[in-house]
């Protein structure tokens, strides 16, 4: 009987995520502000009716009380974050909010299925983070100098990266952070946003040639820290993001070209020179070959993913235990198993939405800090999502990445809301602009006086 | 002012078009993945998910061509599952048995097996009463009755039987001895793992041994295609062949005089195969090897050993000698001998060997059926004419008279294989086919350290007249 309620629950599963992923791109189709926010609001719907369906097949499994409290729980912070938003920031973007919320749901399903005590570690930290990014809008909106602290962001990004390298505990053959008090903390996690903050100011300041060195070779000296750290998906992400600013800054497609030579000819360079990354090239050629040398992880997660073809086998019905490190790096092939492949694809496309979200504010805005902030963090957000789904399904050899919201680790998690928060502030001084111009325009309307003629240049 | 802004986001279309047409790669990538390359990577034997199935579905059976029972699970009162081959040790190899990592087609149809294809409704009829649903039967292309008269014929001698339809590939019959009952796998896995005759080994494909006189077909291919007049090849045997301080001789001694290609086949001539060894190209003998599968994957649901040629640019003239008659380096498997026999006797198109038929759901409906596929030529159409050409003067007054006048006919060769220096006791060889000129069947027999020559020749007659009766 459970086995049956479990079947029927994966159709509706891949259902309502079918439903909810095409309006997430359906929704710029309209132009109706009315039939928008329903569809914003019906995502909501879908959203909490998925969670609801998986949590009773969880709770069906364990026949537990703690799993009926825990999903209480988060459908009490699914709604406060809906709710605050449109409280504090009714300008904001309900889009990336129900996104939001939908990766940290898929993401919690997933973890309460695999280790309940990881799951509620997860909560409390989303809980925690989600209270933090509130006001990082405000902060965005209101500070007018953050703009201005280039050596800031450069150093505090330096410092922390080295005292990682010197100090750092050593997981999965990286060095990723320490330890403090039991909570682990990745700072390559935050140096990323800083990261994107440093470039962006510089940029900002000037565009010449003098300066451009300066700030390519502060951006190298985070790379080869990382590389030196042996935190290989950091220091790609870092390089990728840093290409990509230069690129839209300068508007030279050479800077483009010669990056990505530079790029070739260093993975070269550190391929020769790590065995770590070695390892992990000869695992992605043949996983199999390689099973008792680093090929495990992969194979198991390619088991995974076959082993739930199209539709899954229906969640708490795989082995997904079986996959090493399944709640952070592997979390994709997890959910793939259990919830199908159809799921899984779908979920590509929400990361993918939120990416040309981001993209889209990013081009709205007129500052070019601004318009790099939003460019940086979403180059970030989504080469990350690249490397992990990749990685698992060995599309690319892995880099041990965590899926931004989903895969469990507190780091992650706070460093990628805050980014949403900042987004978020930029898409409120989007709004704000866009307000400005309107009363400027109405203004001009009401002199109506030709002669005076000095047009808003936008 | 459109154009001011479209001016100015240029670079981030670039970079969102950049990024959405990697994914879309990706997720490409992800479903050609499950389409095509998921099969292969599940049956990988690193793969623990497989047993996952038998939560939900009993295995089902695996029949034979005419649907007897090979392997099935029968359910007892107190609900656990037995395992169960009713043959015995007939099919303790190509069957295989199910517990203790799995061999055989047990392992390699272990998602089949697993896998329900019942009626959407019966499913759900058996969800309600939580009871398991059945799993799809195999059926193979095994025929008994050969399958059995090779066993017998075999007795307690250690070797190998493949019996090859030679127009489909399908594989009728699959013998290794010595055997052993899969029923009794769990109680003496241990003993089974410790004996030393290698009782687990499947010989028919896992076996390696040197091929022999059979081998001096690839010899005779090779010498066909370097000297286009080999129909006018003459060789004067005088029963030994002597190279600076090496001495070959032929079987017994024997001097077989004046003989052409044809001849030396039917007689196996050794000192012949060293004369027309001594003048082959090593590079082209080689590629000839490697065209007839010695070095490749060979084909077959089966994992099989691959066979090796051994024979390199800077061989002596002894070891181009020992190789034109099958000593040598050379290994191979009785399995890739029958594929050779298969393909000369299909025109030189080898049949993608197979082993299940089609698969059946539990109340017999059929799911898929596999198809009679070609693997490709192993040489051409005039090559392969030559060969069964030779291959029948070997039954006509050659080696292997005794399958001569019976109501079929048949093409073959014998080969003797020395592994020791025990001269008494030889590896014995026979491969061939029947109905010559519109082959029924093709065969490949090994006998290890045989008594006295011919005792591959006879079990491979015995199963001729099993199928023909």
């Given at each position: 009987m459970t086995h049956l309620i479990i079947e029927i629950s994966k159709y509706i599963i891949i259902l309502l995520i079918i439903m909810y992923t095409y309006s997430c791109f359906a929704v710029y189709g309209y132009q109706d502000p009315e039939r928008k926010t329903a569809m914003l609001r019906s995502q909501n719907v879908l959203m909490f009716l998925m969670h609801l369906i998986a949590f009773i097949v969880l709770y069906l499994n364990k026949l537990e009380m703690k799993i009926v409290l825990f999903w209480a729980m988060q459908v009490g912070l699914f709604l406060a974050t809906i709710l605050l938003y449109s409280i504090f920031y009714p300008k904001v973007s309900r889009l990336v909010i129900n996104n939001m919320c939908m990766l940290l749901c898929i993401g919690l399903i997933m973890l309460t299925r695999l280790d309940y005590d990881k799951a509620f570690k997860q909560f409390v930290i989303a809980a925690a983070a989600i209270g933090i990014s509130l006001f990082v809008p405000v902060i965005i909106r209101k500070?007018?100098?953050?703009?201005?602290?280039r050596v800031f962001y450069g150093a505090v990004g330096i410092i922390s990266l080295g005292l990682v390298a010197l100090l750092g505990r050593i997981s999965y053959g990286a060095k990723l952070g320490f330890t403090i008090a039991g909570i682990s903390i990745q700072p390559s996690e935050v140096v990323k946003v800083i990261f994107v903050f440093f470039v962006a100011s510089s940029f900002k300041k000037s565009l010449e040639f003098k300066n451009i060195v300066i700030t390519t070779a502060v951006a190298a000296l985070h790379v080869l820290i990382l590389v030196a750290s042996t935190d290989l998906g950091a220091a790609l992400i870092i390089f990728v993001v840093y290409i990509t600013m230069l690129y839209v800054a300068t508007k030279k497609p050479l800077y483009l070209l010669a990056g990505t030579g530079a790029g070739a000819l260093a993975a070269v360079i550190a391929y020769n020179l790590f065995g770590h990354i070695k390892v992990r090239v000869n695992a992605w050629r043949d996983p199999f070959a390689s099973y008792d040398t680093g090929g495990y992880q992969v194979a198991q997660s390619l088991f995974a993913l076959g082993t739930g073809s199209w539709l899954g086998v229906g969640l708490t019905r795989g082995q997904p235990e079986t996959i090493p490190v399944a709640a952070e790096d592997f979390i994709f092939s997890a959910i793939a198993e259990e919830l199908g492949l159809v799921f899984a694809l779908c979920l590509i496309l929400i990361c993918v939405s939120v990416y040309i979200m981001f993209l889209n504010i990013a081009m709205e805005l007129r500052g070019m800090f601004y318009r790099l902030i939003a460019l940086g963090l979403g180059t970030c957000y989504i080469f990350q999502v690249f490397l992990t789904i990749g990685g698992v399904t060995k599309f690319i050899p892995s880099t041990g990445v965590t899926l931004p919201?989903?895969?469990?680790g507190g780091s992650s998690l706070l460093s990628t809301l805050i980014m949403f928060g900042i987004i978020q502030g930029l898409y409120i001084l989007r709004e704000d602009e866009e307000e400005t111009i309107e009363k400027q325009k109405k203004l001009r309307r009401k002199e109506s006086n030709p002669a005076s003629g000095r047009r808003a240049r936008h | 002012m459109r154009k001011q802004k479209r001016d100015r986001n240029r670079e981030f279309g670039f970079v969102t078009y950049s990024f959405v047409a990697l994914f879309l790669c990706l997720m490409g990538y992800i479903v050609y993945f499950n389409l095509f390359r998921a099969e292969d990577i599940l049956s990988s034997a690193y793969n623990e998910r497989q047993d996952m199935y038998a939560k939900d579905v009993v295995r089902g059976a695996i029949l034979d061509r005419d649907q007897n029972v090979l392997a099935e699970t029968i359910v007892n009162e107190d609900g656990s599952e037995t395992r169960s081959y009713p043959f015995s040790d007939l099919y303790a190899h190509v069957?295989?048995?199910?517990?203790?990592?799995k061999s055989g087609l047990e392992a390699k149809t272990n998602i089949e097996l697993l896998t329900s294809n019942e009626s959407f409704l019966t499913k759900i009829k058996r969800d309600f009463q939580d009871e398991k649903n059945l799993g799809d039967s195999v059926v193979t292309t095994l025929d008994s009755n050969l399958q059995q008269t090779a066993f017998d014929a075999l007795g307690d001698r250690r070797g190998a039987v493949v019996v090859i339809e030679p127009s489909t590939g399908k594989i009728l019959a699959m013998v290794s001895k010595p055997s052993f009952d899969p029923n009794q796998v769990d109680a003496l896995w241990q003993e089974l793992n410790t004996r030393d005759d290698s009782v687990l080994l499947n010989r028919a494909n896992q076996g390696q041994y040197a091929p022999g006189s059979t081998f001096k077909l690839v010899t005779a291919l090779e010498y066909m295609r370097e000297n286009p007049d080999y129909p006018n090849y003459y060789y004067e045997c005088s029963g030994a062949i002597d190279h600076y301080d090496l001495s070959i001789a032929c079987y017994g001694h024997t001097a077989h005089g004046t003989v052409d290609l044809g001849d030396s086949i039917a007689y196996s001539c050794n000192t012949s195969f060293c004369n027309i060894g001594l003048g082959l190209d090593i590079g082209a003998y080689e590629n000839t090897a490697e065209e007839v599968l010695f070095g490749k994957t060979l084909p077959g649901e089966l994992k099989s050993a691959k066979s090796s040629f051994g024979l390199t640019k800077d061989a002596s003239d002894g070891d181009k000698m020992m190789t034109a008659m099958g000593q040598g380096k050379i290994q191979t498997s009785p399995y890739h001998m029958a594929l050779i026999a298969a393909a000369i006797a299909n025109g030189g198109e080898l049949m993608t060997p197979y082993l299940t038929d089609y698969i059946l759901n539990s109340s017999g409906s059929e799911i898929e059926k596999n198809m009679p596929k070609s693997y490709g030529a192993l040489m051409s159409v005039d090559e392969a004419a030559v060969l069964k050409e030779y291959m029948t003067r070997v039954i006509n007054y050659g080696t292997a008279t005794s399958l001569g006048y019976r109501s079929y006919s048949v093409a073959g060769k014998t080969g003797t294989a020395e592994y020791s220096t025990d001269s008494e006791k030889n590896h014995s060889w026979f491969i061939g086919f029947t109905n010559v000129d519109n082959p029924d069947i093709a065969i490949s027999v090994l006998i290890e350290s045989a008594e006295g020559t011919g005792a591959a020749t006879d079990v491979a007659g015995a199963v001729f007249d099993a199928y023909y009766n």
């Amino acid at each position: 009987m459970t086995h049956l309620i479990i079947e029927i629950s994966k159709y509706i599963i891949i259902l309502l995520i079918i439903m909810y992923t095409y309006s997430c791109f359906a929704v710029y189709g309209y132009q109706d502000p009315e039939r928008k926010t329903a569809m914003l609001r019906s995502q909501n719907v879908l959203m909490f009716l998925m969670h609801l369906i998986a949590f009773i097949v969880l709770y069906l499994n364990k026949l537990e009380m703690k799993i009926v409290l825990f999903w209480a729980m988060q459908v009490g912070l699914f709604l406060a974050t809906i709710l605050l938003y449109s409280i504090f920031y009714p300008k904001v973007s309900r889009l990336v909010i129900n996104n939001m919320c939908m990766l940290l749901c898929i993401g919690l399903i997933m973890l309460t299925r695999l280790d309940y005590d990881k799951a509620f570690k997860q909560f409390v930290i989303a809980a925690a983070a989600i209270g933090i990014s509130l006001f990082v809008p405000v902060i965005i909106r209101k500070i007018k100098i953050l703009s201005e602290l280039r050596v800031f962001y450069g150093a505090v990004g330096i410092i922390s990266l080295g005292l990682v390298a010197l100090l750092g505990r050593i997981s999965y053959g990286a060095k990723l952070g320490f330890t403090i008090a039991g909570i682990s903390i990745q700072p390559s996690e935050v140096v990323k946003v800083i990261f994107v903050f440093f470039v962006a100011s510089s940029f900002k300041k000037s565009l010449e040639f003098k300066n451009i060195v300066i700030t390519t070779a502060v951006a190298a000296l985070h790379v080869l820290i990382l590389v030196a750290s042996t935190d290989l998906g950091a220091a790609l992400i870092i390089f990728v993001v840093y290409i990509t600013m230069l690129y839209v800054a300068t508007k030279k497609p050479l800077y483009l070209l010669a990056g990505t030579g530079a790029g070739a000819l260093a993975a070269v360079i550190a391929y020769n020179l790590f065995g770590h990354i070695k390892v992990r090239v000869n695992a992605w050629r043949d996983p199999f070959a390689s099973y008792d040398t680093g090929g495990y992880q992969v194979a198991q997660s390619l088991f995974a993913l076959g082993t739930g073809s199209w539709l899954g086998v229906g969640l708490t019905r795989g082995q997904p235990e079986t996959i090493p490190v399944a709640a952070e790096d592997f979390i994709f092939s997890a959910i793939a198993e259990e919830l199908g492949l159809v799921f899984a694809l779908c979920l590509i496309l929400i990361c993918v939405s939120v990416y040309i979200m981001f993209l889209n504010i990013a081009m709205e805005l007129r500052g070019m800090f601004y318009r790099l902030i939003a460019l940086g963090l979403g180059t970030c957000y989504i080469f990350q999502v690249f490397l992990t789904i990749g990685g698992v399904t060995k599309f690319i050899p892995s880099t041990g990445v965590t899926l931004p919201l989903v895969s469990y680790g507190g780091s992650s998690l706070l460093s990628t809301l805050i980014m949403f928060g900042i987004i978020q502030g930029l898409y409120i001084l989007r709004e704000d602009e866009e307000e400005t111009i309107e009363k400027q325009k109405k203004l001009r309307r009401k002199e109506s006086n030709p002669a005076s003629g000095r047009r808003a240049r936008h | 002012m459109r154009k001011q802004k479209r001016d100015r986001n240029r670079e981030f279309g670039f970079v969102t078009y950049s990024f959405v047409a990697l994914f879309l790669c990706l997720m490409g990538y992800i479903v050609y993945f499950n389409l095509f390359r998921a099969e292969d990577i599940l049956s990988s034997a690193y793969n623990e998910r497989q047993d996952m199935y038998a939560k939900d579905v009993v295995r089902g059976a695996i029949l034979d061509r005419d649907q007897n029972v090979l392997a099935e699970t029968i359910v007892n009162e107190d609900g656990s599952e037995t395992r169960s081959y009713p043959f015995s040790d007939l099919y303790a190899h190509v069957v295989g048995y199910s517990s203790h990592g799995k061999s055989g087609l047990e392992a390699k149809t272990n998602i089949e097996l697993l896998t329900s294809n019942e009626s959407f409704l019966t499913k759900i009829k058996r969800d309600f009463q939580d009871e398991k649903n059945l799993g799809d039967s195999v059926v193979t292309t095994l025929d008994s009755n050969l399958q059995q008269t090779a066993f017998d014929a075999l007795g307690d001698r250690r070797g190998a039987v493949v019996v090859i339809e030679p127009s489909t590939g399908k594989i009728l019959a699959m013998v290794s001895k010595p055997s052993f009952d899969p029923n009794q796998v769990d109680a003496l896995w241990q003993e089974l793992n410790t004996r030393d005759d290698s009782v687990l080994l499947n010989r028919a494909n896992q076996g390696q041994y040197a091929p022999g006189s059979t081998f001096k077909l690839v010899t005779a291919l090779e010498y066909m295609r370097e000297n286009p007049d080999y129909p006018n090849y003459y060789y004067e045997c005088s029963g030994a062949i002597d190279h600076y301080d090496l001495s070959i001789a032929c079987y017994g001694h024997t001097a077989h005089g004046t003989v052409d290609l044809g001849d030396s086949i039917a007689y196996s001539c050794n000192t012949s195969f060293c004369n027309i060894g001594l003048g082959l190209d090593i590079g082209a003998y080689e590629n000839t090897a490697e065209e007839v599968l010695f070095g490749k994957t060979l084909p077959g649901e089966l994992k099989s050993a691959k066979s090796s040629f051994g024979l390199t640019k800077d061989a002596s003239d002894g070891d181009k000698m020992m190789t034109a008659m099958g000593q040598g380096k050379i290994q191979t498997s009785p399995y890739h001998m029958a594929l050779i026999a298969a393909a000369i006797a299909n025109g030189g198109e080898l049949m993608t060997p197979y082993l299940t038929d089609y698969i059946l759901n539990s109340s017999g409906s059929e799911i898929e059926k596999n198809m009679p596929k070609s693997y490709g030529a192993l040489m051409s159409v005039d090559e392969a004419a030559v060969l069964k050409e030779y291959m029948t003067r070997v039954i006509n007054y050659g080696t292997a008279t005794s399958l001569g006048y019976r109501s079929y006919s048949v093409a073959g060769k014998t080969g003797t294989a020395e592994y020791s220096t025990d001269s008494e006791k030889n590896h014995s060889w026979f491969i061939g086919f029947t109905n010559v000129d519109n082959p029924d069947i093709a065969i490949s027999v090994l006998i290890e350290s045989a008594e006295g020559t011919g005792a591959a020749t006879d079990v491979a007659g015995a199963v001729f007249d099993a199928y023909y009766n």
